[in-house]
């Protein structure tokens, strides 16, 4: 088998095959970095790659095959992690200069999970700093590219991570989503991203346990590959208080998971309307769904209307509060969009953060009605094909509201939320459909969304750059 074919096999028949030793996890992680190290200088997809250390794991869990012993779940399997969620041991610069000496020492619970599955961690993949927009540069990592068009963004924050699915470098990601970071990228790139619902996979990361908004979750190159990686992810973690009591996800697909299905298309978020390829795009896709037994009705709800604007409000006042004094002593070094992020969250009064966060509630309140009628609500994940790398994206941006403007309300909700491709432009630009479930209905999501690719045969479109 050639180094591209294995570069392209998804993790759940990687871990198959080396469970029954057709293939050797030292040759998936040579074609892995061969691939990584040839596409870095094109793509820029990785803050750092540790070759070495990663074929001496790849050894490791061959020499472990070999002898018979007990396989976890991802044994052997290739996976990138973003340069935000830690790894103990190795620099988690989150693409900032001020953090350029910062190194965790002990991992994230999410990355210790994947190790002990026996996931191989090949690198940490690039980010806008702090995470804070919807495009992927940073002061530290430079630009990282689409690599179905070198001249637009693979999405943001979680953009190497995307980008690295799909050129071929691991069929695995670890990304973040505090306004539609796994979800954008995904759309941009023609792969699988799941912001799972707030507690199902913890994130004791984040600064405030109690009003997060943020997710860690799975990326992955292929549908049948999210429900290994978020079994692997899942799961009650102390220091998160909304994981505490969730069970860990048990893969149990559904046989029809279409007929009957009970769908709202929400084609417009007040003013935020897709343009006409993607409009296109994700209506042939809802009409698809139809004519397999879905019952689709075409929804017009105010409650995603001015959305941003309780948005806005939370977020940057979070990056006020977490990064004010990085930004007084780094100055002009730290990325001038996130400096206005800062100052326009010290501008809101704790009144105002207030009554954001009721409106926040409000609103979560009025979309779980919607599941008492609807199994899944379905929207365009972004309203436009991927933008070019200089189109700007800060959460604090008119581009943001509108471009990812059907992405954060699920974020301030908690509910989950998944993209996956449902086709390409006419320019061969890759478009997303994003599902969106009832709290805890992560299968059916992606039941759906296998389904979906399925019928379209997205599995052999590849970059041809």
């Not at 892995?32 to 200088?41: C, Y």
């Not at 094109?42 to 070495?52: E, I, M, P, Q, T």
């Not at 409000?362 to 994940?381: C, G, H, K, S, W």
Request: negative net charge; proline residues 7%; aromatic residues 8%.
């Amino acid at each position: 088998m050639v180094d591209d074919e294995l570069c392209f096999i998804s993790a759940t028949r990687l871990a198959g095959m080396i469970a029954r030793r057709e293939v050797s996890p030292v040759e998936i992680m040579n074609a892995a970095l061969a691939r990584a190290e040839r596409l870095q200088p094109v793509l820029n997809v990785f803050a750092a790659l540790w070759a070495d250390e990663a074929l001496d794991l790849a050894r490791a869990a061959e020499a472990a095959a070999m002898r018979g012993d007990p396989l976890g779940p991802l044994h052997g399997v290739p996976i990138t992690i973003k340069d935000n969620v830690a790894i103990g041991g190795k620099p988690m610069r989150n693409g900032s200069l001020s953090s350029l000496d910062f190194v965790p020492a002990q991992d994230a619970t999410v990355t210790a999970r994947v190790k002990a599955a026996g996931a191989i961690v090949i690198g940490a993949t690039t980010l806008p700093e702090f995470a804070h927009k919807v495009l992927t540069d940073s002061p530290v990592y430079g630009v990282t590219r689409n690599p179905y068009d070198l001249q637009r963004t693979p999405g943001g924050s979680s953009g190497g991570a995307s980008a690295a699915l799909a050129a071929g470098v691991a069929p695995l990601a670890i990304g973040t989503d505090g306004g539609g970071s796994i979800r954008c990228p995904a759309a941009c790139t023609g792969v699988a991203g799941l912001k799972a619902t707030l507690g199902r996979i913890p994130f004791e990361q984040f600064p405030d346990s109690f009003v997060n908004y943020a997710a860690v979750g799975p990326m992955t190159r292929v549908v049948e590959d999210l429900p290994l990686l978020l079994s692997v992810m899942s799961g009650p973690q102390i220091d998160d208080p909304y994981s505490y009591a969730v069970e860990p996800f048990m893969p149990a697909p559904k046989k029809e998971p279409v007929r009957g299905l009970r769908i709202a298309w929400i084609e417009n978020f007040g003013n935020v309307r897709p343009e006409a390829e993607v409009d296109a795009l994700t209506k042939r896709t809802i009409e698809r769904l139809a004519s397999e037994g879905a019952h689709v009705e075409a929804v017009s709800t105010p409650i995603f209307h001015n959305v941003f604007d309780t948005y806005v409000v939370i977020a940057t006042t979070a990056h006020a509060a977490r990064l004010e004094s990085v930004a007084a002593r780094w100055g002009e070094k730290i990325t001038a969009s996130l400096r206005q992020s800062i100052a326009r969250g010290l501008s809101y009064s704790a009144a105002e953060w207030q009554r954001a966060s009721d409106r926040r509630s409000v609103l979560f309140r009025a979309v779980q009605r919607l599941f008492e009628r609807y199994d899944v609500i379905a929207t365009p994940t972004m309203n436009a094909p991927p933008v070019g790398l200089d189109a700007g994206g800060s959460i604090e941006s008119q581009m943001y509201a509108e471009w990812a403007g059907y992405l954060y309300p699920f974020n301030l909700t908690g509910n989950p939320a998944l993209s996956v491709p449902c086709g390409f432009t006419a320019g061969g630009l890759p478009v997303g459909l994003q599902l969106v479930g009832a709290y805890h209905d992560e299968q059916r999501l992606i039941d759906v969304a296998q389904a979906i690719e399925n019928a379209g045969g997205w599995r052999e479109r590849r970059p041809a750059f």
